[in-house]
C-alpha cells in the first residue's frame, strides 16, 4: 500500500469494521471496505439503508471489474438494529451521520457505549473540528476525522485530522487502516475548520456563485471551463505542480515572479459572497435542472465513474499520482 512519505505509520487491515450512517457516504465507505476484504456492520435508522447499500455497492463493484481491481474476496456485510451492535467487535468504525455537531455527539456517545476501547473512531465530517466533537467523549483519544470524497470507493484520498485530545499514534493508526483500504491518507496537521479541501472548494464556489450572480457565465458555461480546462490538468497534477510547469524551464520561482503580482489585481471576490436569496438560489437550481435533469442521480454516479475509472487507468499506465496507489491495491 502506499505510505505517507512524512509519515510512520503501517497498512493495517482490520478483520471488522462498523459503519454507523449508511446513507451515501455511509454506503460507499461501506463498499471500499468490503472490496477491501473486510467485514462490517451497518447501522442507520432508515429503513432504506440495505437498499441504498447494494445499490452503492453495485456501482462500486462495476467501478472496480472496469479497473481490473479485484473483487471476489469481498467482506460480508451485515446490517443491525443499533449502533451499539454494529459497533460491537469492531477494530475500525467511520460514523456518517448528518453534518451536525449535536447529532454527532449523540451518534459517538451510543458508539463509546458498546466499541472496543482501542478502536479507532473516524468521522467523515466535511468541516466539524475533532475537538469538537471530543468534548462528551470517554476516549477521545482515538477519535480522528476521516474526510473523504465521493465516490469513496473509487477517490483515494483521506483527510485524517486529530483534536486536542487524539494521539498521534492514533492518527497513525488510522493512516495505517485507511491506507489499507487502498486510500491516500493526508494528514492535516493543523485542526482547521473544513480541513484542506473543502476549504479550496469554498473559494471555487464561491468565485462561482459570484459569477452566475452578476450574469457573467451560466452554471453549464462554469462546470466547461473546469471539465474542458484546469479540471483535466488537476486529475494529475495538483495546483502547485501545474504552476510549477507554467513557469516553464525557469520553474515555479519564475512563475511566481511573473504572476505573483497579480495577487493584489481585482481577480476574486473571495472575502465577500452575494447575497443566498430566493432568487439567487432559483437560478442556479434552474441552470443546475437545464444542464443535468435529463439524467437520474444514479446515471450521473454511473457516468461519474466510467470516466473516473479511465482517468485512474491513465494514471496507473502513467504510474502517475492517484495511478499508484490504484497499482499498489493489485
Same mark, same amino acid.
Given at each position: 500500500m502506499t505510505s505517507d512519505p512524512e509519515a510512520d505509520f503501517t497498512p493495517y487491515l482490520p478483520q471488522k469494521a462498523a459503519v454507523v450512517g449508511c446513507g451515501v457516504i455511509g454506503a460507499a465507505w461501506a463498499s471500499r471496505m468490503l472490496l477491501s476484504g473486510v467485514d462490517v456492520s451497518v447501522s442507520d435508522p432508515s429503513p432504506n439503508a440495505e437498499e441504498i447499500l447494494t445499490e452503492v455497492l453495485g456501482n462500486a463493484v462495476d467501478a472496480w471489474d472496469d479497473l481490473g481491481l479485484p473483487t471476489n474476496a469481498q467482506g460480508t456485510y451485515t446490517i443491525c438494529r443499533s449502533v451499539a451492535e454494529a459497533v460491537a467487535g469492531a477494530e475500525f468504525i467511520q460514523e456518517s451521520a448528518p453534518e451536525r455537531p449535536d447529532v454527532k455527539k449523540a451518534v459517538l456517545a451510543e458508539i463509546e457505549t458498546a466499541a472496543p476501547a482501542d478502536a479507532i473512531i473516524g468521522s467523515s465530517t466535511s468541516g466539524i473540528k475533532p475537538t469538537v466533537m471530543q468534548e462528551d467523549m470517554a476516549n477521545p483519544e482515538r477519535l480522528v476525522v476521516g474526510h473523504p470524497y465521493n465516490p469513496v470507493y473509487l477517490l483515494p484520498v483521506v483527510e485524517v485530522v486529530g483534536g486536542d485530545l487524539t494521539t498521534i499514534g492514533n492518527i497513525r493508526r488510522a493512516q495505517g487502516m485507511y491506507a489499507a483500504f487502498g486510500m491516500r491518507p493526508i494528514h492535516c496537521r493543523v485542526e482547521i475548520d473544513a480541513f484542506i479541501g473543502d476549504r479550496l472548494l469554498e473559494a471555487v464556489w464561491r468565485e462561482a456563485l459570484w459569477m452566475v450572480n452578476d450574469g457573467v457565465a451560466t452554471t453549464q458555461e462554469i462546470d466547461d471551463v473546469m471539465?474542458?480546462?484546469?479540471?483535466?490538468?488537476?486529475?494529475?497534477?495538483?495546483?502547485?505542480?501545474?504552476?510549477?510547469?507554467?513557469? %516553464?524551464?525557469? %520553474?515555479?520561482?519564475?512563475?511566481?515572479?511573473?504572476? %505573483?503580482?497579480?495577487?493584489?489585481?481585482?481577480?476574486?471576490?473571495?472575502?465577500?459572497?452575494?447575497?443566498?436569496?430566493?432568487?439567487?438560489?432559483?437560478?442556479?437550481?434552474?441552470?443546475?435542472?437545464?444542464?443535468?435533469?435529463?439524467?437520474?442521480?444514479?446515471?450521473?454516479?454511473?457516468?461519474?465513474?466510467?470516466?473516473?475509472?479511465?482517468?485512474?487507468?491513465?494514471?496507473?499506465?502513467?504510474?502517475?499520482?492517484? %495511478?499508484?496507489?490504484?497499482?499498489?491495491?493489485?
Open positions: 471539465t474542458h480546462g484546469f479540471g483535466l490538468r488537476w486529475a494529475q497534477m495538483g495546483l502547485f505542480e501545474t504552476y510549477r510547469v507554467a513557469g %516553464g524551464v525557469g %520553474g515555479f520561482r519564475h512563475f511566481m515572479e511573473q504572476f %505573483g503580482p497579480t495577487l493584489d489585481w481585482p481577480y476574486s471576490k473571495l472575502m465577500d459572497t452575494p447575497d443566498f436569496t430566493p432568487e439567487l438560489v432559483d437560478t442556479l437550481v434552474e441552470q443546475s435542472d437545464a444542464q443535468s435533469g435529463m439524467h437520474s442521480i444514479r446515471e450521473l454516479e454511473r457516468i461519474r465513474d466510467k470516466n473516473l475509472v479511465g482517468f485512474l487507468k491513465v494514471l496507473e499506465e502513467n504510474e502517475w499520482s492517484a %495511478g499508484k496507489v490504484i497499482a499498489d491495491q493489485r
